[in-house]
């Protein structure tokens, strides 16, 4: 049962205008949530994360929203530029007890054109 | 000097033999981890560790073994490697501190089992 889905494989946007990468998850004990960029031969890295305690986080051109009661999530990159384009995974984890493992959805490969 | 290194980057092995892959960081973090990544499945926890004398199975344990040889290192067998364990195998680290949910990747091993 993936307790973390990316329902779009793949999207494609023009240089300068807006990616908006969604997520949603099925786990309500899920209380933190991540954005990982993966290019090629490359191993995942850190993108940007939020806390259930928030609804939005803020990081230059990235802008992570949480809709709790939706259980949804999604990344906002403006402008979008060509550097962008690479997988970006959702990761979910609970902070309680003494799991804090990162589920992840299965990624949504964002092309970015010139 | 990247972070987290693993050794091979690719390997090509037969069905049935024993094959290690190896990782080591020198970031300082207690918490190692082990995901597969197939393709179009996202990453799969297989094992995790959250110091040298804790080692814990994720959601795909079965077929591997670890070991964690000190805080720096952490390997990950396949006893008897069949084709279905052909993919990329990724370590990562994180802290135990305050941001123990964002956890820093290594370059990944592309493993064929023929």
């Known amino acids: 049962d993936q307790q973390v889905k990316q329902n779009s494989p793949s999207l494609s946007v023009q240089e300068g205008r807006i990616s908006i990468l969604n997520c949603d998850y099925t786990n309500s004990m899920f209380d933190y949530f991540l954005w990982y960029k993966k290019y090629p031969a490359e191993g995942p890295t850190f993108l940007i994360s939020i806390s259930s305690i928030k609804d939005k986080n803020e990081d230059g051109r990235f802008t992570v929203f949480l809709n709790k009661s939706a259980k949804h999530l999604s990344l906002h990159i403006v402008p979008s530029q060509p550097g962008d384009s690479a997988v970006y995974f959702c990761?979910?984890?609970?902070?309680?007890?003494?799991?804090?493992?990162?589920?992840f959805g299965k990624g949504t490969l964002l092309t970015v054109n010139p | 000097d990247a972070d987290v290194t693993q050794t091979p980057r690719n390997r090509i092995t037969k069905t049935g033999k024993r094959i290690m892959l190896e990782c080591s960081q020198t970031k300082g973090h207690d918490r190692m981890y082990w995901y597969r990544q197939d393709p179009g499945l996202g990453l799969q926890l297989i094992y995790y560790s959250f110091d040298v004398k804790d080692i814990n199975k994720g959601e795909i344990s079965d077929g591997y073994s670890v070991s964690r040889q000190a805080q720096a290192k952490f390997s990950l067998s396949l006893e008897s490697a069949i084709p279905n364990q052909t993919a990329l195998y990724f370590c990562?680290?994180?802290?135990?501190?305050?941001?123990?949910?964002?956890?820093?990747f290594g370059p990944g091993t592309r493993l064929t089992v023929l």
């Open positions: 990562a680290t994180s802290t135990n501190g305050g941001n123990y949910n964002e956890q820093f």
């Open positions: 990761a979910a984890s609970e902070s309680g007890g003494s799991n804090y493992k990162l589920t």
